[in-house]
């Protein structure tokens, strides 16, 4: 199975400020149609989650342009510009390259 | 709009069973594939199965291979997922999401608690 670590487990940030998230997979997520299925997605508190970006770097509907996505092969990373006061939550990474779908463990975003 | 609304949880004993159901609306559900994913309570996301269209191809998370059966009618536009041989390890909220270019709609879940 692929694992995806995440870090940092929480970010507390200023609001206006920047915001990063690490994911790094065990092994590499290009799949052989040379797609990479890395993907990120936002968990509000008490809320499902939603997704924010796919492959990578793709902006899914109506999601800010303040968050970013970019990466390759086995390191990826999520970007906020200037975090806003309904970005706290919690973020993951998923990989849906091979079977099982693997999420990383999650990182906390909170206002300092 | 793409609507995802889960049903089926409830309290159930080790060992017992649950039918959890997932209607969709909003889009050509027969065109998608189909994934669950539970989360136990103050934990992260875990993908437990994925359907493709036509039934095709169909996985499971390991833990829950063999008690575990995933299903679809599309002609009523219906998630399943039967649970059997409930454990307390599988205690989580479970949803369906819709599978496109990543799991992009997700509904709002449905708790499953499995204690005697």
């Known amino acids: 199975d692929i694992v995806m670590t995440q870090t940092p487990l929480s970010s507390p940030v200023t609001l206006g400020q920047p915001a990063s998230i690490s994911c790094r997979s065990s092994?590499?997520?290009?799949?052989?149609?040379?797609?990479?299925?890395l993907s990120w997605l936002q968990q509000r508190p008490g809320q499902p989650p939603r997704l924010l970006i796919y492959?990578?770097?793709n902006r899914f509907s109506g999601v800010p342009d303040r968050f970013s996505g970019s990466g390759a092969g086995t390191d990826f990373t999520l970007k906020i510009s200037r975090v806003e006061a309904e970005d706290v939550g919690v973020y993951y990474c998923?990989?849906?390259?091979?079977?099982?779908?693997?999420f990383g463990g999650g990182t906390k975003v909170e206002i300092k | 709009e793409v609507q995802l609304v889960e049903s089926g949880g409830g309290l159930v004993q080790p060992g017992g069973s649950l039918r959890l159901s997932c209607a969709a609306s909003?889009?050509?559900?027969?065109?998608?594939?189909m994934n669950w994913v539970r989360q136990a309570p103050g934990k992260g996301l875990e993908w437990v199965s994925f359907?493709?269209?036509?039934?095709?191809?169909?996985s499971y998370v390991d833990s829950v291979k063999g008690r575990f059966t995933i299903s679809r009618d599309d002609a009523n536009n219906s998630l399943y997922l039967q649970m059997n041989s409930l454990r307390a390890e599988d205690t989580a909220v479970y949803y369906c999401?819709?599978?496109?270019?990543?799991?992009?709609?997700w509904g709002q879940g449905t708790l499953v608690t499995v204690s005697s």
């Open positions: 909003g889009f050509t559900f027969s065109s998608y594939g």
């Open positions: 998923l990989q849906a390259t091979q079977f099982p779908l693997t």
């Open positions: 092994q590499s997520l290009v799949h052989t149609d040379g797609n990479t299925y």
């Open positions: 999401a819709r599978e496109s270019v990543a799991s992009d709609y």
């Open positions: 359907i493709g269209i036509s039934s095709t191809p169909i």
């Open positions: 492959q990578i770097s």
